[in-house]
């Protein structure tokens, strides 16, 4: 059985815009939402720039009893996955018990609730151990963020957390596909949460010399995918969730549809903890295995969404690798990358590019990369630079890589 797939809403929670369509109208713009750390006093450290969500409310998601005992990205996923329901006139409070038990959820985070762990650990030892959380170890335990967020919305199907680095969201998005294509389940809610703004992930970070630090004093130059003077990626946070639904079921209730998922590829180069092997070889097969999926040429592609880090090694590999995926075509493919606009989200950041590409097939505009001031010899593609560009897309690929030797892709077709 390989049912088709497609998406019926969508919720954001960005550095750069709280809901769906404030996300959009900056990203279409290149309106950029890093700015200087706010949530802890950053002076001390040669990092003092992310991308942080300003202005959420997370009392609106989670009640000031249960706060103290859930980390930030709970409230996050709760939001998003909030609007993408709502998007998608899925009401699972007007639903029975049976119909809840239709619905699974599949979400991606790299770091779950890792913040909320390092803050128990500053409460303990800095001798104040009566304000740590009773539930200090279920929710520092990466899988119960899925089951706070069934809990949430009464979700009874299945309730999983893909945490695979920087391609958890993108794992978990093709999971999600696959339970609907093969049957098991007719919906389901899946896309990425992080919130890893915090003193000892930003420490961790910087000790292995891959973050920006020239651009504290204009934070918004600071990610520069592709760019020859790039010095490494911008730490950030962020929802960006989705329903999906078997394609007859969506058309039978008058879902209005954002996209098809059509394919999905992941490989792994088995290398190395955080370095990419040089060939570019296994990101590139990841892409050639989601556009085979989807029964298409790659030529037929016209947009790839890069992984785009804006560190010297990632964007120059994946460069090749798409010279490697798409051999002649990769000349003529658009493509950019949200992480110039919005810094790096870790394990959600593969949610929020194919937010942006699902995006950018409904209104036919193409997100530009920002910053690209210095063009770098070995990234020789077009990257949609500065300003955003009118193309109607019918074929699109989100491109993930990730810490561990992970890469995945997910194939996206306009049927609209």
């Given at each position: 059985?390989?049912?088709?797939?497609?998406?019926?809403?969508?919720?954001?929670?960005?550095?750069?815009?709280?809901?769906?369509?404030?996300?959009?109208?900056?990203?279409?713009?290149?309106?950029?939402?890093?700015?200087?750390?706010?949530?802890?006093?950053?002076?001390?450290?040669?990092?003092?720039?992310?991308?942080?969500?300003?202005?959420?409310?997370?009392?609106?998601?989670?009640?000031?009893?249960?706060?103290?005992?859930?980390?930030?990205?709970?409230?996050?996923?709760?939001?998003?996955?909030?609007?993408?329901?709502?998007?998608?006139?899925?009401?699972?409070?007007?639903?029975?018990?049976?119909?809840?038990?239709?619905?699974?959820?599949i979400l991606g985070s790299g770091g779950g609730s890792q913040e909320f762990t390092e803050e128990q650990y500053r409460l303990y030892y800095g001798g104040n151990v009566r304000q740590c959380s009773v539930y200090v170890v279920p929710t520092s335990t990466?899988?119960?963020?899925?089951?706070?967020?069934?809990?949430?919305?009464?979700?009874?199907?299945?309730?999983?957390?893909?945490?695979?680095?920087?391609?958890?969201?993108?794992?978990?998005?093709?999971?999600?596909?696959?339970?609907?294509?093969?049957?098991?389940?007719?919906?389901?809610?899946?896309?990425?949460?992080?919130?890893?703004?915090?003193?000892?992930?930003?420490?961790?970070?910087?000790?292995?010399?891959?973050?920006?630090?020239?651009?504290?004093?204009?934070?918004?130059?600071?990610?520069?995918?592709?760019?020859?003077?790039?010095?490494?990626?911008?730490?950030?946070?962020?929802?960006?969730?989705?329903?999906?639904?078997?394609?007859?079921?969506?058309?039978?209730?008058?879902?209005?549809?954002?996209?098809?998922?059509?394919?999905?590829?992941?490989?792994?180069?088995?290398?190395?903890?955080?370095?990419?092997?040089?060939?570019?070889?296994?990101?590139?097969?990841?892409?050639?295995?989601?556009?085979?999926?989807?029964?298409?040429?790659?030529?037929?592609?016209?947009?790839?969404?890069?992984?785009?880090?804006?560190?010297?090694?990632?964007?120059?590999?994946?460069?090749?690798?798409t010279h490697l995926a798409f051999d002649g075509h990769a000349g003529k493919l658009a493509g950019s990358s949200l992480k110039s606009i919005i810094g790096h989200p870790q394990g959600a950041c593969g949610a929020a590019g194919i937010a942006a590409t699902l995006l950018a097939m409904r209104d036919g505009v193409l997100p530009p990369t920002i910053n690209l001031d210095v063009p770098?010899?070995?990234?020789?593609?077009?990257?949609?630079?500065?300003?955003?560009?009118?193309?109607?897309?019918?074929?699109?690929?989100?491109?993930?890589?990730?810490?561990?030797?992970?890469?995945?892709?997910?194939?996206?077709?306009?049927?609209?």
């Amino acid at each position: 059985m390989n049912r088709r797939v497609v998406v019926t809403g969508i919720g954001a929670v960005s550095p750069n815009g709280i809901g769906r369509e404030a996300f959009w109208e900056a990203t279409r713009n290149g309106r950029s939402g890093v700015r200087r750390i706010t949530r802890f006093d950053a002076s001390r450290y040669a990092v003092q720039v992310a991308g942080e969500v300003v202005g959420f409310r997370e009392e609106d998601y989670v009640s000031p009893k249960d706060r103290p005992h859930v980390s930030r990205v709970a409230p996050l996923a709760i939001a998003a996955v909030q609007e993408a329901l709502a998007d998608a006139g899925v009401e699972t409070g007007r639903m029975s018990r049976e119909q809840l038990r239709e619905i699974g959820l599949i979400l991606g985070s790299g770091g779950g609730s890792q913040e909320f762990t390092e803050e128990q650990y500053r409460l303990y030892y800095g001798g104040n151990v009566r304000q740590c959380s009773v539930y200090v170890v279920p929710t520092s335990t990466i899988g119960t963020l899925a089951g706070e967020v069934s809990m949430h919305f009464g979700l009874r199907g299945l309730s999983h957390v893909i945490s695979t680095g920087c391609t958890s969201s993108t794992d978990a998005i093709g999971y999600a596909y696959r339970n609907i294509r093969s049957g098991v389940l007719d919906v389901m809610v899946t896309g990425g949460v992080d919130a890893p703004i915090a003193p000892l992930i930003l420490r961790g970070f910087q000790l292995m010399r891959i973050m920006s630090t020239r651009w504290n004093e204009e934070p918004e130059r600071a990610s520069r995918p592709f760019s020859r003077d790039r010095d490494g990626f911008v730490l950030a946070e962020g929802s960006w969730f989705f329903v999906l639904e078997e394609l007859e079921r969506a058309r039978a209730r008058g879902a209005k549809i954002y996209g098809e998922i059509a394919g999905y590829g992941s490989t792994c180069e088995a290398f190395h903890r955080v370095r990419l092997e040089e060939c570019g070889e296994e990101p590139a097969r990841a892409m050639r295995m989601a556009i085979a999926e989807g029964g298409i040429p790659p030529e037929a592609v016209q947009y790839i969404h890069y992984h785009g880090t804006s560190t010297e090694l990632n964007d120059r590999i994946e460069t090749r690798a798409t010279h490697l995926a798409f051999d002649g075509h990769a000349g003529k493919l658009a493509g950019s990358s949200l992480k110039s606009i919005i810094g790096h989200p870790q394990g959600a950041c593969g949610a929020a590019g194919i937010a942006a590409t699902l995006l950018a097939m409904r209104d036919g505009v193409l997100p530009p990369t920002i910053n690209l001031d210095v063009p770098d010899p070995q990234c020789d593609l077009d990257y949609v630079t500065e300003v955003g560009r009118r193309v109607n897309l019918e074929y699109a690929l989100s491109n993930c890589i990730a810490f561990g030797s992970k890469n995945s892709a997910i194939l996206l077709r306009n049927i609209n």
